[in-house]
């Protein structure tokens, strides 16, 4: 594991690994950012290194955390090392549970390396130390940083060309764009990346952004939200809308659910899609059953169109989510 006593951007710290990958056993490496762009990050650590383990504290049963992971980290098994990556963001963690482990870790020297993920709000909460080798995952990235990653992994230099070159008109791009294209990339045969390139790649790079700031503004109750919503609504098929609705409002409903009864593992499972701005802070403005009755709104207003009974635009339901009529 690549340390430095000083913070470093995950773009620098991922060049430096497809370089020399090396263990530091004995240590532990902190990745800070949200739990959003963390979790990306780490299902694609866990895809490109093998020989980890991984560890979820929400399976620590009536065993306290901090003990628990103790006894993980200072045993071994005939002197063998892990790496052990905590997949449970600590975010999710209450700032007393963290604050200790936190603790434990930054001071920890034992036969195994721990990763684990925060963002640098819980950080600062819960520690006033500085975080030797802390690696920071940005929200975004510049083009330069994104093509360089790209060119470092499993990507070719001509594909690489290619994005540069639809990315030009951009500063920055989503931190998942790159884990994306990593992804497609691979399965990418010579005769469709002409194709891939020129008429899918646009709509891949703008959507994904344009869908989650949509839905940012509609839980901000940004009133911007109607102008997006005229430009983006035609760009897909009524039933798409429905049902991307639909879905959105069942996982708001269900995440303040969790979050109500401090249900961290679940909260993970349904906060992919949902906008940073609601996972951290909106979430306290709504009621669960409120966003439910929503999402059978939206839900009944999809099986209206298949069955073209449909008597009203689909813009009715967002005035009503505005000015909070339905019940």
């Known amino acids: 594991m690549l340390r430095s006593t000083v913070t470093t951007q995950l773009p620098q710290w991922f060049l430096k690994l497809q370089q020399d990958f090396s263990i530091d056993f004995g240590k532990s490496c902190c990745f800070i ?22 560890v979820n504290l929400e399976q620590s049963g009536t065993i306290p955390l901090p003990c628990m992971l103790q006894d993980l980290l200072l045993t071994s098994f005939l002197g063998q090392s892990c790496i052990y990556v905590i997949k449970t963001h600590f975010d999710l963690l209450s700032d007393k549970e963290a604050e200790k482990i936190v603790s434990f870790l930054t001071s920890y020297r034992g036969p195994h390396s721990v990763i684990y993920f925060i963002s640098p709000e819980k950080l600062k909460t819960v520690t006033k130390k500085t975080v030797e080798g802390a690696v920071v995952i940005p929200d975004e990235l ?40 990593q992804m497609y990339s691979s399965v990418l045969s010579k005769t469709v990346v002409g194709d891939f390139v020129s008429v899918y790649f646009p709509l891949f790079i703008s959507q994904p952004h344009s869908l989650f700031e949509l839905s940012r503004k509609l839980f901000s109750k940004d009133k911007t939200f109607f102008k997006d919503w005229m430009l983006l609504w035609p760009k897909f098929q009524p039933v798409f809308w429905t049902s991307f609705w639909t ?32 996972l951290k802070k909106e979430w306290s403005l709504y009621e669960p059953v409120r966003l439910a009755s929503y999402a059978k709104a939206f839900y009944e207003y999809d099986i209206a169109l298949k069955s073209e009974a449909v008597q009203k635009p689909l813009d009715v339901l967002f005035i009503d989510f505005f000015e909070n009529r339905i019940k």
Not at 33 to 50: D, E
């Open 33 to 54: 950012g949200s739990a959003h762009t963390s979790s990306l990050y780490l299902s694609h650590f866990l895809k490109t290194q093998r020989s980890v383990q991984t």
């Open 142 to 181: 510049s083009v330069a940083q994104l093509c360089d990653m790209l060119l470092h992994s499993t990507v070719s230099p001509a594909l690489v060309t290619s994005f540069s070159k639809e990315l030009a008109r951009n500063e920055t791009v989503s931190i998942q764009i790159f884990f994306s294209l």
């Open 247 to 278: 879905d959105l409002f069942n996982r708001a409903a269900l995440y303040c659910l969790y979050r109500k009864e401090l249900q961290s593992h679940d909260m993970q499972v349904v906060a992919k899609g949902l906008p940073f701005s609601f």
